[in-house]
């Protein structure tokens, strides 16, 4: 997705979910131009779906403006949700660019049609503020593609385990509350192992063949919380174990190190992209996200 969709997104999630962005010289739009450093981190509301017991789940990204820095903005004053707790399990470490379904909130299904829950980020000397709201506009279907594939089925997110043999994780249902848990020794490669499942369906809105053909599955790890760098080798690509081709089932596996430079308490987030790549082209679907908390001593 090129950089004007990507501000395009940005500005009209963050305008219909009623976002404010303010700085000290006034008013800053959500389509304000990237920077390499020294820009704002705008909270994303990217929809949100029903669970089958009746309550709700909200799926927020964000856009770090700062397309050359990572950034930490600790849970606080600038890093809050409101009303209730202001920590919710949000990230306090923000990649550069468009991050999308990051993480997820559940709500009760009380939870009315006009309340919102209030993301507020501030960095830079801009405060930027974005309310998830139960609009119409914003539900989603993350569990499923909008478009056919060409064989008539829909394309649905991969399938993640981190044993072989262990439980299915599929679908943008990162949490806090759900993140499994390591150890690590500071500057010592901790091992990672993940295993994919995907049907490796594509829509291309013509049915049309695809043009290129990227990896079946890629996983991306990257920090979501923690003091200290994190170095991560391997564990983007998978080896495939089946098919590899479009419409041919996929397995396969992926596997590598992480290590942390400082000694606390981390969490990890993982990625899993198929053919719709990042953000499925705004759709809500087709991707799955974890978590893995790690105590590095």
Same mark, same amino acid.
């Not at 997705?1 to 990507?6: G, L, T």
């Given at each position: 997705?090129?950089?004007?969709?990507?501000?395009?997104?940005?500005?009209?999630?963050?305008?219909?979910?009623?976002?404010?962005?303010?700085? #000290?010289?006034?008013?800053?739009?959500?389509?304000? =131009?990237? $920077?390499? !450093?020294?820009? %704002?981190?705008?909270?994303?509301?990217?929809?949100?779906?029903?669970?089958?017991?009746?309550?709700?789940?909200?799926?927020?990204?964000?856009?770090?403006?700062?397309?050359?820095?990572?950034?930490?903005?600790?849970?606080?004053?600038?890093?809050?949700?409101?009303?209730?707790?202001?920590?919710?399990?949000?990230?306090?470490?923000?990649?550069?660019?468009?991050?999308?379904?990051?993480?997820?909130?559940?709500?009760?299904?009380?939870?009315?049609?006009?309340?919102?829950?209030?993301?507020?980020?501030?960095?830079?000397?801009?405060?930027?503020?974005?309310?998830?709201?139960?609009?119409?506009?914003?539900?989603?279907?993350?569990?499923?593609?909008?478009?056919? #594939?060409?064989?008539?089925?829909?394309?649905?997110? =991969?399938? $993640?385990? !981190?044993?072989? %043999?262990?439980?299915?994780?599929?679908?943008?249902?990162?949490?806090?509350?759900?993140?499994?848990?390591?150890?690590?020794?500071?500057?010592?490669?901790?091992?990672?192992?993940?295993?994919?499942?995907?049907?490796?369906?594509?829509?291309?809105?013509?049915?049309?063949?695809?043009?290129?053909?990227?990896?079946?599955?890629?996983?991306?790890?990257?920090?979501?919380?923690?003091?200290?760098?994190?170095?991560?080798?391997?564990?983007?690509?998978?080896?495939?174990?089946?098919?590899?081709?479009?419409?041919?089932?996929?397995?396969?596996?992926?596997?590598?190190?992480?290590?942390?430079?400082?000694?606390?308490?981390?969490?990890?987030?993982?990625?899993?992209?198929?053919?719709?790549?990042?953000?499925?082209?705004?759709?809500?679907?087709?991707?799955?996200? %974890?978590?893995?908390?790690?105590?590095?001593?």
């Amino acid at each position: 997705m090129n950089s004007r969709m990507i501000l395009r997104l940005a500005t009209v999630a963050a305008l219909a979910a009623g976002g404010a962005l303010v700085s #000290a010289q006034g008013q800053l739009l959500p389509s304000s =131009p990237k $920077l390499g !450093f020294g820009a %704002s981190v705008t909270p994303a509301y990217d929809g949100w779906y029903d669970n089958p017991d009746g309550s709700h789940v909200f799926l927020i990204g964000y856009y770090n403006r700062n397309w050359s820095q990572e950034v930490d903005i600790p849970i606080g004053p600038n890093n809050k949700f409101e009303p209730g707790d202001p920590d919710r399990g949000q990230p306090t470490h923000f990649m550069p660019n468009r991050n999308f379904g990051m993480f997820t909130i559940t709500v009760p299904k009380t939870f009315g049609a006009s309340e919102r829950l209030w993301w507020t980020l501030t960095i830079n000397g801009v405060t930027s503020r974005v309310g998830m709201i139960m609009s119409p506009d914003f539900n989603i279907t993350p569990n499923k593609s909008s478009e056919e #594939a060409p064989n008539g089925k829909y394309n649905v997110p =991969p399938i $993640l385990k !981190f044993t072989e %043999s262990g439980p299915a994780i599929q679908n943008p249902i990162a949490s806090v509350a759900t993140a499994i848990s390591k150890t690590a020794t500071v500057n010592t490669p901790m091992p990672l192992e993940l295993w994919a499942e995907d049907d490796a369906l594509y829509t291309s809105g013509t049915n049309a063949p695809m043009t290129r053909t990227p990896p079946v599955v890629e996983a991306e790890i990257t920090k979501y919380r923690g003091p200290g760098n994190i170095k991560v080798d391997g564990l983007h690509e998978f080896k495939a174990t089946k098919g590899g081709k479009p419409m041919e089932p996929f397995a396969g596996k992926t596997s590598g190190t992480v290590t942390f430079d400082k000694a606390g308490d981390y969490i990890l987030h993982v990625l899993l992209t198929d053919y719709s790549e990042k953000g499925g082209g705004a759709t809500g679907c087709c991707w799955t996200t %974890s978590m893995v908390k790690v105590a590095v001593k």
